[in-house]
């Protein structure tokens, strides 16, 4: 937080705020009142980020035909938030992904293929059966 200006509250004549202590104020050189207008400001640099996610279905039909995402998603091996894109089409048996670094553009993953082809990713891989 920076201190701009110090002005009385009265009259609103800029005041020297040098002198001051704890126990005494200089008084306004226009008025003589000791209330003041402090004018502070204060900077910070905030990054909001959001996505959108869309999903078209069809009347008595479970599953979407069709499902597109653009959003943030947390990379636990970059322990950061990256920009994934995803988009699968069933109808015309198509999926495609594109991971991006926010920070510095790079392409980090980029998939495109049929969805019929696309086995064993996320919840879909195949459980390692421990004996």
């Given amino acids: ?10 009259c609103g004549v800029e005041i020297d705020t040098s002198k001051d202590t704890e126990t005494s104020r200089t008084l306004c050189p226009a008025c003589g009142s000791e209330k003041r207008t ?4 204060v900077s910070e640099t905030l ?3 959001d ?8 009347p008595n039909e479970k599953r979407p035909y069709i499902e597109d995402r653009s959003m943030p998603s947390y990379s636990y091996s970059r322990e950061k938030l990256v920009h994934r894109e995803m988009v699968i089409d069933r109808d015309n048996d ?8 926010y920070e510095t553009g790079e392409i980090i993953h980029e998939n495109q293929e049929s ?5 064993n990713h996320g919840s879909a891989k195949i459980k390692k059966v421990s004996k």
């Fill in 115 to 119: 969805l019929s082809a696309h086995q």
């Fill in 38 to 41: 402090m004018h502070c400001s």
């Fill in 47 to 49: 990054i909001a980020r």
């Fill in 94 to 101: 198509k999926y495609y992904e594109k991971v991006t670094d």
């Fill in 1 to 10: 937080m920076n201190l701009d200006r110090t002005e009385c509250s009265e």
């Fill in 51 to 58: 996505g959108i996610g869309v999903k078209a279905k069809r």
